[in-house]
Each structure stands twice: as structure tokens, then as C-alpha cells.
């Protein structure tokens, strides 16, 4: 019972904290010499946030965006709720499992922890969530730029104790391959 405690304490005194993440370029990034083949031109700032509850997010994002010149990767990924899902479940079992039988107390209760545990462990959702839409929306925006140059990217998360609520801007130049055209 102290164990659970222990981590119930821990979890409390962890919880409810916002972090901001400002990123930049990376030198792995660098898309090579934009010379007087590509047009630069200033995009518009964009911004998305996400959402999580129980380390659960709004769902299955079926349209991506990803912007690979960050450091040669891609900086958010998606998982399906399957998982969170599967977690929260066997998290949830914990409590009723370790304590006395105390019937909806413990059922309660279990949910509760597993609410808990479930959030800290899944807790990039809605970061990953806000980047993903927010990458999208800075591609959809812009269907003629071949290049997006050196990205910064303003990411502010706040944790909760059951949720976690991330906003994400992205700056970003913009490089046009000219036409033979032009």
C-alpha cells in the first residue's frame, strides 16, 4: 500500500507542468545551397494545438503532414489509441490487483491510477497531435513550395494530471524551384 502511495505522491507532485520547446534548423537539415534556382519566398506563421485526456488523443489522424528537413527526420509520429487503450487497461488493473478487496472503491480507484499512469506515460501525445496538424496545415497552405527552409518550430506543452494540452507554431522561409520559364 505504501508502493502505491509512493507512486500516487510522485505522480501528483510530477504533474502539471508546462515546458516550452523552441526548435530550430539542424545542421543534418541543411537542404544544400539555394542559389539562384529557387525563388525564397516568407511564408505565414502557422499554429495548431492537441489535446489529450488519459493519454488518449482525438483519434486516428488519417491526413499527415511531415516536414523531413528537420534534423533528416520526421519529429512527431502517430500511434493508434489501440495502445493507449491496452495500457490503460493493465494500468488500471494495478491497484485492484495489489490491494485488499474494497469492491467499487477499488474499481474506482484503479481507473483513477491508471488514468494517472496512462497520462504520464503517453504525455507527447498532444505535442506530436499539435505537430502533425500544424505540419499539414503549413504544406496545405503552401502547395508551390518545393522546399521548406530552416523551420523553427515554438512548441508549449502544459500537463495535467489527467490531461495534456501542447500549441505548436511553425516559421518557415519557403524555396521555389524556378521553371525554365522564369
Not at 19 to 35: M, N, R, V
Not at 59 to 66: A, C, F, I, M, P
Request: hydrophobic letters at 40%.
Amino acid at each position: 500500500m505504501k508502493k502505491i502511495l509512493f507512486v500516487i505522491t510522485a505522480a501528483l507532485i510530477l504533474s502539471s507542468c508546462s515546458k516550452t520547446l523552441l526548435i530550430t534548423q539542424g545542421e543534418q537539415g541543411y537542404s544544400g545551397e539555394l542559389d539562384e534556382k529557387y525563388d525564397i519566398v516568407e511564408l505565414n506563421t502557422v499554429s495548431a494545438s492537441g489535446y489529450s485526456t488519459f493519454g488518449f488523443g482525438s483519434g486516428e489522424v488519417h491526413k499527415d503532414g511531415v516536414i523531413t528537413n528537420f534534423l533528416g527526420s520526421n519529429l512527431g509520429y502517430s500511434q493508434s489509441n489501440f495502445l493507449r487503450g491496452l495500457t490503460f487497461f493493465v494500468n488500471s488493473a494495478i491497484l485492484p490487483i495489489l490491494t485488499p478487496p474494497l469492491g467499487i472503491v477499488n474499481i474506482f480507484g484503479g481507473i483513477a491510477v491508471g488514468a494517472v499512469i496512462n497520462n504520464l506515460v503517453w504525455n507527447k501525445t498532444s505535442s506530436n497531435e499539435a505537430l502533425r496538424k500544424a505540419s499539414k496545415k503549413l504544406i496545405e497552405e503552401n502547395p508551390s513550395i518545393d522546399l521548406f527552409v530552416y523551420p523553427k518550430y515554438n512548441i508549449q506543452t502544459k500537463n495535467g494530471l489527467f490531461t495534456n494540452k501542447s500549441n505548436i507554431t511553425i516559421k518557415s522561409k519557403g524555396a521555389k524551384l524556378k521553371t525554365n520559364d522564369e
